[in-house]
Nanobody, 115 residues
Framework: QVQLVESGGGLAQAGGSLRLSCVAS????????MGWYRQAPGKQRDWVAR???????KYEDSVKGRFTISRDNAKNTVYLQMNSLKPEDTAVYYCNTAPSHIWSWGQGTQVTVSS
């Protein structure tokens, strides 16, 4: 049973930065492509970024050039560095495998960006 624990969210001003972390316990995740997803109030959960086990990355268009996904397989951790934040980035952020999630969702971490 894999447990995903996201952290690092909070309140930021537009133009600011936050760094999210996600630790996976219960299974070595180095063989999996990992992704970050987000769910804004009243909307479905959408994919934001993903990184393969080899470190290849892909981003949703609205975050390209602003967000950077990375991973540390030794720590079973995936990160999301978010720069130049916009109010529309406000959401609960989750990590999971990608492009399809195969593990249970964690509790997520709330990111709120004020204008």
């Amino acid at each position: 049973q894999v447990q995903l624990v996201e952290s690092g969210g909070g309140l930021a001003q537009a133009g600011g930065s936050l760094r999210l972390s996600c630790v996976a316990s219960g299974r070595i995740f180095s063989d999996y492509t990992m992704g970050w997803y987000r769910q804004a109030p009243g909307k479905q959960r959408d994919w934001v970024a993903r990184i393969t086990s080899a470190g290849l990355t892909k981003y949703e268009d609205s975050v390209k050039g602003r967000f950077t996904i990375s991973r540390d397989n030794a720590k079973n951790t995936v990160y999301l560095q978010m720069n130049s934040l916009k109010p529309e980035d406000t959401a609960v952020y989750y990590c999971n495998t990608a492009p399809s999630h195969i593990w249970s969702w964690g509790q997520g971490t709330q990111v709120t960006v004020s204008s």
